[in-house]
């Protein structure tokens, strides 16, 4: 829980990105009419769509993953080594087998085979077995770009960090298990197969790679449709698949001379396509192991919002995002774009090369020109992408582009600090004078444009007025809906009279990721209010809202809710514990579950999941936090100091673990102790104000004033609109007998109300 806000981005995205061990089956299944359709693999497939498998053959998806052989293997293992933290790996070949020499889980180099390679370009990573069947991607990659790019040579993914095998970004660690964080989108029919109380996978799938029925779904019954089988006729509707794309038939995209843009030809109505993609080409968390193409989206994952580390405050890519979240917030998901528009669904590149791709829509002669883009054509400035995708590198040598397609607003980077795309070429100026170009060209910058990044940054610094910006931005329907329900979820810190009737409306808003975040706002309201408000929310027809609102609900005592009301209850909170076993192998999830049970008074399991948690991760804090809050809740100090001792031993640098232990000794009377751990955690998050308020609470009240006072007011500097530090501030200089002082202090408190 705390750690550099860099790290905290680098732990947050491994929680989400990776995904399983593969032991392989891959048979062409009978086709059958009865019950639900069977994977059959793209054998079946090549007969009938020779020129979509010609395409798909070697794109990322077909090379998304491979057995280890010399034809896939791009890196030199012709005994090279590279030396990270101290530790120099070797990479050869033995008996025809790729293997590689390196610090395993206790830190002592081994020796491990390579057995399959993950992607291609620009970079490949290489999966190792473990015992119990984890596979395991090594942290040291391939650079596979041409060498006066930079590439052909090994390269360590967290360049900028120190990390050994006691790091949970170590590659023996949960964070970069094959089996939880990637393999579902690096391979077809993926199914995890995990036995918690073993702690073991067998995990299994019908293709190594992203293959035809990734995207389209189980195709036995296409394949009865095809050849016309008894009963063929009944799957007539979608030709026998689940999920039918053809969002795009018949559509045309028509030119407006007028403004350049082109208008579809019909509304788009459905989100097929789009919802298929996202699968894979979003930051989101699984909620259901039970996906397949066609089936919703948000019955089965729950995207992230704009969260801090995650997104600027304008929404734009920070953390590894991927797609998915950016998409929603640009005019073309608005206007009805959708992936295939711009991208060939098979071999996945572009529809047409350079600015070709945007020119389908928008007319050459009014935006691929100097007097749109103000940059010599043929320039990087001419590139439609440039401006309107900025691209950010993740993985060190991955560009990505953003995928809102943004005008360009190096004002708010004046105004808020976020990135623009002029500086990121221009990056001999400031953003001011990018800001006064922009200006002379194109004249003030439309209001409508990323207007929800001032609400959103005022929230995330604490600013008084954001609470009103947040109202505005909830309220207005030209703003996206991830950012109307990430504003949403900001607004517990500026709760009012009218922000509480924002939070209500959106309980009943049209879209479900508004519809979840208003239940979290509303997490500890009085159980009363609580039942009348997000009850009804239970039986929400998408399931990712269901199982918030079963989670909220959980602080209900069961006693205020009978009969029917607790049988919708307890499938909801079915429903919620089902979507953390879906996860089982993270300690996040047994975190969850801890924190579940804890809330419903099931204080045994939740021990047993938090349990758990530190077993599966004997570095992640935050369970150590929350069994030892369940020790103190149960009014057992003692075996909450140990856990607490325990956590501070493990990760010395955990500024969380030691403001726990710190707070726990001062329950303990033991005051003059916990002094150390608080200063220690005040040290290792300079930036959390809480914790140098404690320390230097607890330095008053042992004695030491002056000290005391000296952080406070160093505190004061650095967090200028802190009421409670105003506050101390005041009370100590008035114990001290410094009436001006403490005068001064207040003078400063009350302008702030």
Not at 90 to 100: A, D, I, L, P
Not at 274 to 282: G, L
Request: glycine share 6%; proline share 4%.
């Amino acid at each position: 829980m705390s750690c550099s806000i860099a790290r905290l981005m680098i732990i947050s995205r491994m929680m989400y990105f990776f995904s399983a061990i593969v032991y392989v089956f891959s048979a062409a299944l009978i086709p059958s009419l009865a019950g639900a359709a069977d994977y059959v693999g793209i054998s079946q497939c090549v007969a009938c769509h020779k020129a979509q498998t010609e395409l798909w053959t070697g794109s990322h998806h077909d090379l998304a993953m491979q057995h280890a052989t010399d034809k896939t293997v791009l890196a030199d293992f012709n005994n090279t080594q590279f030396t990270y933290a101290g530790i120099t790996s070797s990479f050869y070949k033995k008996n025809n087998n790729f293997m590689v020499r390196t610090d395993g889980p206790d830190g002592k180099l081994r020796d491990y085979e390579i057995k399959y390679v993950f992607g291609v370009t620009p970079l490949q990573q290489y999966l190792v077995e473990l015992d119990n069947g984890h596979l395991q991607a090594l942290t040291i990659a391939w650079d596979t770009r041409d060498k006066q790019d930079g590439g052909q040579r090994w390269f360590h993914l967290y360049p900028d960090e120190k990390i050994t095998h006691k790091d949970e970004l170590h590659w023996t660690r949960t964070n970069f298990n094959w089996n939880g964080m990637c393999a579902e989108c690096h391979s077809t029919n993926l199914e995890k197969n995990y036995d918690s109380n073993a702690d073991t996978f067998k995990t299994s799938w019908s293709e190594i790679d992203v293959s035809c029925e990734a995207c389209h779904g189980p195709s036995s019954k296409h394949i009865s449709w095809a050849k016309k089988e008894p009963g063929w006729e009944s799957l007539n509707n979608n030709k026998g698949l689940d999920v039918s794309f053809d969002e795009r038939k018949g559509i045309e995209w028509r030119l407006n001379t007028e403004t350049g843009n082109a208008q579809r030809s019909s509304e788009r109505t459905t989100e097929k396509e789009i919802q298929v993609c996202a699968q894979c080409h979003s930051r989101r968390s699984v909620i259901s192991t039970e996906y397949s193409p066609g089936k919703p989206f948000l019955d089965h994952y729950m995207p992230r919002l704009l969260d801090e580390g995650m997104y600027f405050a304008d929404g734009q890519i920070q953390d590894e995002v991927y797609v998915y979240g950016s998409f929603l917030q640009s005019k073309m998901y608005h206007a009805g774009v959708t992936c295939s528009d711009c991208h060939e669904p098979h071999s996945h590149q572009l529809r047409a090369e350079g600015n070709g791709v945007c020119l389908q829509c928008h007319a050459a002669d009014k935006f691929d020109t100097p007097k749109h883009h103000h940059h010599k054509a043929d320039s990087k400035g001419a590139l439609c992408a440039e401006c309107h995708m900025p691209p950010r590198n993740y993985m060190v040598v991955d560009p990505r582009h953003d995928h809102s397609f943004r005008i360009p607003r190096p004002d708010l980077s004046v105004q808020l600090g976020t990135p623009n795309a002029c500086n990121q070429c221009h990056v001999d100026k400031d953003a001011a004078w990018s800001s006064a170009q922009v200006k002379q060209w194109y004249g003030t910058t439309s209001s409508g444009h990323q207007q929800f990044a001032s609400a959103i940054d005022g929230a995330r610094k604490g600013n008084p007025e954001a609470g009103r910006l947040l109202a505005e931005q909830i309220n207005n329907m030209a703003t996206p809906d991830i950012a109307r329900a990430s504003a949403i979820s900001y607004l517990p810190r500026y709760l009012d009279q009218t922000n509480f009737e924002v939070i209500q409306r959106g309980l009943k808003d049209d879209d479900a990721m508004v519809r979840m975040a208003s239940i979290g706002a509303l997490e500890g309201l009085q159980p009363t209010l609580l039942v009348q408000l997000v009850f009804p929310l239970l039986d929400d027809p998408v399931r990712s809202v269901r199982i918030e609102a079963a989670r909220v609900l959980a602080a209900v005592p069961t006693g205020q809710l009978k009969g029917e009301q607790l049988s919708i209850y307890n499938k909801a909170a079915g429903e919620y514990i089902d979507s953390q076993l879906a996860n089982a192998e993270r300690p996040e999830s047994q975190l969850n579950l801890g924190n579940y049970y804890a809330t419903i008074g099931a204080a045994d399991k939740a021990e047993v999941a938090y349990k758990k948690a530190i077993e599966l991760e004997d570095v992640f804090i935050p369970a150590y936090i929350n069994l030892a809050d369940l020790y103190r809740a149960q009014q057992k100090e003692v075996e909450a100091n140990k856990v607490l001792r325990k956590a501070v031993k493990t990760v010395a640098t955990s500024a969380d673990a030691n403001y726990a232990l710190g707070l726990s000794l001062v329950r303990s009377k033991q005051a003059d102790n916990a002094v150390e751990y608080l200063m220690k955690a005040s040290e290792l998050d300079d930036q959390n104000s809480r914790y140098v308020y404690v320390y230097a609470v607890a330095l008053n009240s042992t004695g030491q004033q002056t000290q005391a006072i000296k952080v406070m007011q160093d505190a004061q500097n650095r967090f200028p609109e802190d009421r409670d530090i105003l506050s101390a501030l005041v009370a100590f200089h008035r114990d001290a007998g410094n009436d001006f002082a403490a005068q001064s202090y207040m003078n400063k408190l009350q302008k702030l109300r």
